[in-house]
């Protein structure tokens, strides 16, 4: 019985030992982001995001489209007569239907004349829709209801490219517990998918030689994006020709399939470098920071408002002074200052003041 019951107890232990080697090599070769930089991610809280989210492709960009449309249908809230465009472009209008109306004879509250505005995208064919965005450019106070009729939109080179037409849409919404007011603009509309493409883009084919640009150049994420593909496909097939523009080679397997290859690369994850920046609107006293943007020991006095940095031998009074221990940071010092009720202003000039003194360590920006 003893003999029997430890072969039994020794087969478990081995058959356990070797589920968990199994777990442990799964484990091991389960996809994921790049390796060090994951880890140091995961460490120290950074963002682990797809390529995608911080580079545009050279030469794959969409094109803005405008035109001048009427219109019809509203009730009342058009252009008054003083809108000398609108009264024209309705005369116009009738004219190429072959009925000739002078100017001065038309009285049109029903009518306002708009600008029509798209973005045609970098492969769009014909037959496809795109969306508008109309706004009024006279004196109309809503166009609400309205019908937009024929509109040619044209591209910077005086083609057309599109053509909208359809009824308008206000869009907005007063569900959103930060809207400071129950309407939504009346002079803006939209027309979801209100434009046919009429003709491609010249030239619209992928590029030959494909460039990443970076939307934020930076030298440490260009680094780290050309470490992401190169340890994806092989050394050689990412240069970083600057701090904004990475060139790719594909490799052989791939240089047949640009698109392929590049949907994969877009696909990679890294972790982009958070520089240590700090952005304060002066007129609502927002504060935007980047992360661990750290404070050096320093001494502000403004307006009865004391701050102190890294002078942990003296505790300051509630209310009259604000004090943080050695290696604290922006986030810290702003949210001890709106507890001590300093406004906008205070702040602002706080971290100015931090800033002339060197002990910001990152770029501070006032909007």
């Known amino acids: 019985m003893i003999t029997v019951g430890r072969a039994n107890e020794q087969a478990w232990l081995g058959a356990a030992l070797v589920t968990l080697l ?15 930089q994951a880890e140091a991610a995961f460490a120290l809280g950074d963002p682990v995001v797809r390529i ?19 219109v019809v249908g509203l009730n009342g809230t058009g252009d008054s007569q003083r809108n000398e465009a609108n009264v024209r472009m309705v005369a116009n209008m009738l004219e190429r239907f072959g009925l000739r109306v002078e100017p001065r004879d038309l009285i049109l509250r029903n009518v306002a004349a708009v ?10 064919r014909p037959g496809s829709t795109i969306d508008v965005t109309v706004a009024s450019f006279g004196d109309a106070r809503s166009l609400a ?27 907005g919404g007063t569900s959103s517990r930060y809207a400071r007011t129950s309407s939504v603009h009346p002079l803006v509309a939209v027309l979801p998918g209100g434009a046919y493409v009429e003709r491609a883009v010249p030239g619209a084919v992928l590029p030959s030689e494909l460039r990443l640009l970076l939307r934020r150049p930076d030298f440490i994420t260009a680094s780290r994006i050309v470490a992401a593909i190169e340890e994806a496909y092989g050394p050689g097939t990412a240069v970083a020709e600057d701090s904004g523009s990475i060139r790719l080679i594909p490799p052989d397997a791939l240089a047949q399939r640009a698109v392929d290859f590049l949907a994969d690369v877009l696909e990679l994850t890294v972790v982009p470098d958070s520089g240590g920046r700090v952005v304060v609107d002066e ?45 604290g940071t922006v986030d810290e010092l702003v949210a001890a ?10 702040l602002v000039a706080i971290l100015r003041a931090v800033a002339e003194a060197g002990a910001l360590h990152g770029q501070l920006e006032v909007r």
């Open 283 to 327: 007129r609502t006293g927002t504060v935007v920071i980047g992360h661990r943007v750290r404070i050096s020991p320093v001494a502000v006095a403004h307006r009865g408002v004391q701050v102190e940095v890294g002078r942990s031998a003296r505790r300051a009074n509630p209310g009259e002074a604000v004090h943080l221990l050695d290696g």
């Open 145 to 171: 209801g309205g019908l937009l009729l024929q509109t040619p939109l044209l591209g910077a080179d005086g083609q057309v490219y599109a053509v909208a037409q359809g009824s308008l849409t206000l869009g």
């Open 22 to 36: 199994g777990l442990l090599l799964a484990a091991a070769f389960l996809p994921g982001p790049v390796g060090a």
């Open 115 to 124: 600008t029509v505005t798209a973005e045609l995208p970098p492969f769009a």
């Open 337 to 346: 200052l709106n507890a001590a009720g300093a406004g906008p202003d205070d």
């Open 52 to 70: 995608k989210e911080l580079v545009e492709v050279e030469g794959v960009r969409p094109n803005q489209l405008v035109g001048l449309g009427l």
